[in-house]
């Protein structure tokens, strides 16, 4: 069975601080990965994928096949950052979709 | 355009009672979904309907049905809640259902079964 794993529920950095949430995925084939946002009292929305390769908010993550991996991160963490992240893998098949969210990170960034 | 719209906000239902979370999407996609988000785990997909007239069942079916009423409408019931189905539910849609679209969510229902 598909898992997407986010190993931290919270992480607490400093304003201009790197942070980094870790994601990693089990699957074999060529996944396609996604990381979502949910600021407070907002909807979840798209942050990035990785098909896109590009850089959103100062973020990027980057697909670590060996290491079935698809880290965030960002170098200079900013206030507005705090939210819950979710890393999400999709797979779209005739016999059935699989879409799995990993747990979620909490990330607070203090002043 | 609004997006993805869900009603109720937050509904309150005792052990037994039965209700009708609705979802509606005005972006003409073919895929819906039902989720909900539970503290640690992340949101877990109950249903999705990948085209209109078709329903398949996600992760945690159980205790849920759906009707996808027509391309813009994804309703999901819970016939007889349960405490366990305290939750938030979250409804989203993607264009197509291929792998690399981009999910749209709705606001979410908040529900405290009693």
């Known amino acids: 069975a598909q898992r997407v794993t986010q190993p931290e529920k919270l992480l607490s950095v400093f304003k201009g601080a790197p942070v980094e949430l870790k994601c990693n995925y089990s699957?074999?084939?060529?996944?396609?990965l996604f990381w979502y946002v949910q600021y407070s009292r907002q909807r979840l929305q798209l942050l990035l994928r990785?098909?896109s390769r590009e850089s959103i908010k100062g973020f990027t993550a980057d697909l670590n096949k060996g290491e079935t991996s698809f880290h965030l991160k960002k170098p200079f963490a900013q206030e507005e950052d705090s939210a819950m992240y979710y890393c999400?893998?999709?797979?779209?098949?005739?016999?059935?979709?699989?879409?799995?969210f990993g747990g979620g990170t909490r990330v607070l960034v203090k002043p | 355009n609004a997006g993805v719209t869900q009603t109720p906000k937050f509904q309150v239902l005792k052990t037994g009672q039965s209700m009708t979370l609705q979802c509606a999407q005005d972006?003409?996609?073919?895929?819906m979904y039902w989720y909900r988000q539970d503290p640690g785990m992340g949101l877990r997909l109950i249903y999705y309907s990948a085209s209109e007239g078709t329903t398949d069942k996600g992760e945690v079916p159980n205790g849920y049905n759906v009707s996808r009423l027509n391309k813009r409408e994804f309703s999901l019931r819970l016939e007889s809640a349960a405490p366990s189905q305290t939750s938030v539910y979250f409804c989203a849609s993607r264009v197509s259902g291929t792998a690399e679209e981009t999910q749209y969510f709705g606001p979410g229902t908040r529900l405290l079964v009693l």
């Open positions: 999400f893998h999709a797979l779209i098949k005739a016999a059935g979709n699989k879409l799995t």
């Open positions: 699957y074999s084939g060529s996944p396609e």
């Open positions: 990785h098909i």
């Open positions: 972006m003409n996609h073919n895929s």
